[in-house]
C-alpha cells in the first residue's frame, strides 16, 4: 500500500529559508537551507519542497545554486518551484537535481504550459499549485503571482483543467490559512481530493501534528505539507511521523 | 568507470549525486567512447517514454548501448523511464519502440479502485519474489519511491525475470533482472539508506565483473 506522504516546505527568498504567513515574507530565519536539509534527510521525511519566492528575479541564479547545493545532500525527491516559466526552464532545473517542478502563475496565464511540461517530461513530473483565497461573497478564488493577483477562477475548476491538461499532482494552498495557525483549509482540500484522480498535496495553516493527522483523514490529502512548524520544533519531522502513525495512517 | 547516460531528460543529477554519496563517482556522458570504456552503465529516466526514446536515438547511443550491455554483458541498470525502456514498446504517447532487451510491453497502470490515484507517487513496499543481488543485505519488504503512470509488464516468454512486485491497484514488476540486466520502475536514488543500499550492490556486481 502507498504510505500517506509528510513534506516539509523550504520557502527561499534570495537562497535563505524564510517564515511566509499568508503569502508575505518578513523573517528571515536564521537557517541555511543546507542545514534544513540534512537534518530532514536524517529524520526520514518522504520528500522536499523548495519554493522560491524571491521577486528579484536577477537574484535567480542564487536559487539555482541553492536547488543544485541541496540536490546533493537530498536522498529524498526534491520538488522546486517558483517563477517557472518555460520547458527549457524547467529542463534545467532537473538537471540541477530537482525531480519534480512546481509551476503555478504561468500555468494559469497560458494553460498550455501544463500540457507542454507534461508531454516533454511526463506528468508525475509536474506539480500545479493552486493558490486560495476565501471570496468575500463566499466560495474560493485561485490567486497568482504569489497570491498578489486574483484570477476569477475557482479552484476545483481550475484543478480539473489543470488534471485533464497533464498535471501529476496538486498542491492546493489556502493563503487565508497559511501561517495562520489553524489548520489546513479542509473542505477546500477534500472538494479536490474527492474529485480529482490525481494526488492532492494539502498546504498552508500546520500548527500541531493534529493538522497533519486532519489533512490526510478529514482533508483526504495524498500528502500533507507543511513548512514554518518544522523550523521551530526540535526533531520534528520525526515527531510529526510518530504522531500519524499513532493516529492509524500508514507512514513509512 | 560507471557512465549515467545523458540524454537530455530525467534526473541525472540526483543519480550521480546519489553515487557519490556512496563514494563511487561516475560520469555523465553520451560519448559513444565513455560508453565503450564503461564497466557499468546506469540508464535513468523521468519523463514520457516517447520523448525519452526519440532523445536516446537523437544522442545516438541506441546501438553502443545494446552492443555493450547486450553484446559485451556490460552490468546495466535502468531506473524507471529507463527500465520501460528495456520494453519491446509503450502504450504511451504515439506507442513507441523500446530497446526491446527483455520482451514485454509498458502498459498503463491501471487500478481496480477507482481511489487508487495515477500516477503511482510516493514511497510502497515490495514484496521479493526471487534473489537478487541487487536487494542483497535488504530486509523483507523495503519501501521504495516511486513516481510513475506506466509499468513494464514482461511478456510470458521474457522467462522468470520479475526480482520484487508492489502493489497499486494491481500488482506490477517493481525490479526486473536478466544476466547483466537490471531495471527498477522505483528511484534508489531518492529512497534514502534502502535506496543507497541498491546502488552499492550494483557497484560491487560492476566491480566483479570488470
Redesign the interface.
Known amino acids: 500500500m502507498l504510505k500517506r506522504r509528510l513534506i516539509p516546505v523550504l520557502i527561499l527568498r534570495d537562497a535563505q529559508v524564510v517564515q511566509s504567513v499568508q503569502f508575505r515574507h518578513t523573517n528571515v530565519i536564521h537557517w541555511d537551507p543546507m542545514k534544513a536539509v540534512e537534518f530532514f534527510n536524517a529524520w526520514a521525511v518522504d520528500e522536499i519542497v523548495v519554493l522560491d519566492v524571491s521577486r528579484d528575479t536577477r537574484r535567480r541564479q542564487r536559487f539555482y545554486d541553492a536547488v543544485s547545493a541541496l540536490s546533493r545532500k537530498c536522498f529524498v525527491p526534491l520538488t522546486v518551484g517558483g517563477w517557472i516559466g518555460s520547458v527549457d526552464e524547467i529542463r534545467a532545473i532537473l538537471r540541477l537535481g530537482a525531480d519534480k517542478v512546481v509551476i503555478n502563475t504561468q500555468a494559469v496565464r497560458r494553460p498550455a504550459f501544463i500540457s507542454e511540461a507534461a508531454a516533454t517530461f511526463g506528468s508525475q513530473c509536474v506539480v500545479v499549485a493552486i493558490d486560495v483565497r476565501r471570496a468575500e461573497a463566499g466560495g474560493h478564488e485561485v490567486y497568482i503571482d504569489r497570491g498578489r493577483e486574483p484570477t476569477g477562477r475557482e479552484p476545483l475548476a481550475w484543478a480539473q483543467e489543470a488534471e485533464r491538461l497533464g498535471a501529476g499532482e496538486i498542491l492546493v494552498t489556502s493563503i487565508d490559512h497559511e501561517g495562520a495557525r489553524q489548520g489546513y483549509d479542509l473542505p477546500l482540500v477534500r472538494r479536490l481530493a474527492d474529485a480529482l484522480d490525481i494526488p492532492v498535496v494539502a498546504f498552508g495553516g500546520v500548527f500541531t501534528w493534529q493538522h497533519l493527522v486532519d489533512g490526510v483523514v478529514e482533508g483526504r490529502a495524498e500528502a500533507v505539507a507543511a513548512a514554518n512548524i518544522f523550523h521551530y520544533t526540535e526533531m520534528s519531522t520525526k515527531r510529526a511521523k510518530d504522531y500519524m502513525r499513532l493516529a492509524g495512517i500508514d507512514v513509512r | 568507470m560507471i557512465v549515467v547516460v545523458d540524454y537530455?531528460?530525467?534526473?541525472?543529477?540526483?543519480v550521480a549525486?546519489?553515487f557519490?554519496?556512496i563514494g563511487q563517482s561516475v560520469t555523465i556522458s553520451s560519448d559513444v567512447r565513455d560508453l565503450r570504456a564503461a564497466s557499468g552503465i546506469v540508464l535513468p529516466g523521468?519523463?514520457?517514454f516517447p520523448?525519452g526514446m526519440r532523445r536516446l536515438h537523437a544522442a545516438g547511443v541506441v546501438d553502443v548501448l545494446t552492443a555493450e550491455v547486450q553484446g559485451r554483458g556490460k552490468p546495466f541498470l535502468g531506473i524507471c523511464?529507463g527500465m520501460q525502456f528495456l520494453a519491446d514498446d509503450s502504450a504511451e504517447?504515439d506507442g513507441a519502440r523500446g530497446l526491446g532487451w527483455i520482451p514485454g510491453t509498458v502498459r498503463r497502470l491501471e487500478p481496480k479502485d477507482?481511489r487508487?490515484?495515477?500516477?503511482?507517487?510516493?514511497?510502497?513496499?515490495l514484496t521479493l519474489t526471487r534473489d537478487s543481488t541487487l536487494y542483497a543485505g535488504l530486509g523483507e519488504d523495503p519501501?521504495y519511491?516511486f513516481?510513475?503512470?506506466y509499468h513494464f509488464a514482461p511478456a510470458p516468454d521474457a522467462g522468470d525475470v520479475v526480482t520484487a512486485t508492489c502493489?497499486?491497484g494491481e500488482t506490477f514488476a517493481a525490479s526486473v533482472e536478466r544476466g547483466n540486466v537490471f531495471g527498477v520502475q522505483f528511484?534508489p536514488?531518492?529512497?534514502?539508506r534502502v535506496?543507497?543500499r541498491i546502488l552499492e550492490n550494483f557497484v560491487a556486481l560492476v566491480r566483479a565483473a570488470a
Open positions: 537530455g531528460v530525467g534526473n541525472l543529477r540526483s549525486n546519489a557519490e554519496a523521468v519523463g514520457a520523448d523511464l504517447g477507482p487508487v490515484k495515477v500516477p503511482h507517487i510516493g514511497w510502497n513496499e519501501v519511491y513516481v510513475h503512470s502493489w497499486h528511484h536514488e531518492k529512497s534514502q535506496g543507497l
